[in-house]
């Protein structure tokens, strides 16, 4: 039996997902003059690290410009999302013997739906890379957590689908970790197909 009292999770693909997605920031990229200046990486890495109003400040006129005229597209994202079926169920049960977290990759807009569906209302902390000026798989989000909390790594166990972001980053930080993996054959002992799973693997990992 392990000693697990914090379990952190991701929020898209793990416990939300866009319907229809048209990688809103990345259009924006694509149709403009000459990428603002930035190459792609640079560019999502300040999308994702800065709220959207100090972007707006970074960067040429024209990203605002394209923004706006083409925020309906943001919009339908948005309005696209949908909270997996066993997350609200999963959730309410883990409350009950564990403090529970969210760590977000994401642009400032789409911290909308956590808030619209009550998903804020399941977690004692949520970390935003908007927020934090920082990208999981970096260290310094994760630290957020311990800081917050004052738990040691190895009370801590981090959920997500992405194995670059989540695993690893939970794995170079001393956290326990489990993959979802909701599309395909699971190959790893580590990921799970459906977050009613988690309780029995925390037991095992």
Known sequence: MNNIKIIVFDLYNTL??????????????KTSKNGFGLNVIAYLELIMTRE?????????????ELYYKNEVDLEKELDSIVVYKEVFSV???????????????LASPYKKPVFETNLYTYFDGLFFSCDYGALKPNE???????????NTKNEIVMIGDSFKSDVIG??????????????EKLLKEYEISDLSQIKKQIDVI
Do not use: C, H
């Open 52 to 64: 959207i109003d100090d972007v707006m400040t970074i960067l040429p006129i024209e990203f605002k």
């Open 16 to 29: 939300i997902e866009i319907k229809e997605s048209n990688n809103f920031f990345l259009k924006l990229f």
């Open 140 to 150: 310094r989000i994760f630290k957020e957590v311990e800081k917050f909390t004052g």
């Open 91 to 105: 959730l309410e049960e883990l409350k009950k013997d564990f403090q529970i977290f969210l760590i977000s990759n």
């Open 170 to 183: 939970a794995k170079n930080i001393g956290w326990k970790y489990l993959k979802i993996n909701r599309r």
